[in-house]
Structures are given as C-alpha cells and as structure tokens.
C-alpha cells in the first residue's frame, strides 16, 4: 500500500518562500513518478510539477522559474521549492504517486496519479 504523507505547508507573505516534502512509504521514491499539484477553494485540482523516473521535469506555466521539484533518495523524500509566492499561490497543495515511465499528456493531469497524500495548505498574503 503506497502512502503518501506532505509537510511544510504554512502561511508566508508574498515574495517568500516554502519548502514542502513529501514521504512516501512502502516504496523508494526513485522508482514512481511523483507530482505536485494544488487545489484553491472553489477550483478544480490543478497540476504544478512532476519529476519521472528519469529526473526528467514539468511546470505548470504560472509557476515556471518560481517552483522546482526535486527529490532525496537517501531520504526518501519528494520536494517542492517555492520561491517568489505569489497570493494566488495560495492552496492545498498535494503530492501524487504513479508506477508510469511515461506521460500520456501534454499537460500535467490529476487522472495519470494513481495515489495522492492528504493535503498541506500554504497561504500567501499581500
């Protein structure tokens, strides 16, 4: 059973910075393709980054050169770097989980993740 468990969410002003994490366990993280993804209140989840087995990456165009994904497989741990945080940043942000080796879309889609972790929320003010 693979489980998926986000930290480091919390408040920040605009122009900060937060660092989230995602634990899996069950399973190393280098061997699943893992995302970010978001979903504010009133809108649909939408996708944020990815990282394949292959280190190969993705971002969503709102936050290109703010956001990078990365991974530490001596920890096990999925990252998500967020600088420059924008108010419209703000959201439950989950980290998500699939055995795939390859995208089947162009854009990063909630339908290509087959476990997901429970939500970390990150508010920014103006």
């Known amino acids: 059973q693979v489980q998926l468990v986000e930290s480091g969410g919390g408040s920040v002003q605009a122009g900060g910075s937060l660092r989230l994490s995602c634990a899996p366990s069950?399973?190393?993280?280098?061997?699943?393709?893992m995302g970010w993804f978001r979903q504010a209140p009133g809108k649909e989840r939408e996708g944020v980054a990815t990282?394949?087995?292959?280190?190969?990456?993705r971002y969503a165009d709102s936050v290109k050169g703010r956001f990078t994904v990365s991974s530490d497989n001596a920890k096990n741990t999925l990252y998500l770097q967020m600088n420059s945080l924008k108010p419209e940043d703000t959201a439950v942000y989950y980290c998500?989980?699939?055995?795939?080796?390859?995208?089947?879309?162009?854009?990063?889609?909630?339908?290509?993740?087959?476990?997901w972790g429970q939500g970390t929320q990150v508010t920014v003010s103006s």
């Open positions: 998500a989980a699939t055995p795939r080796k390859w995208w089947l879309y162009p854009g990063i889609k909630t339908a290509e993740f087959d476990y």
């Open positions: 990282l394949d087995i292959y280190g190969g990456t």
């Open positions: 069950g399973y190393p993280v280098s061997t699943y393709s």
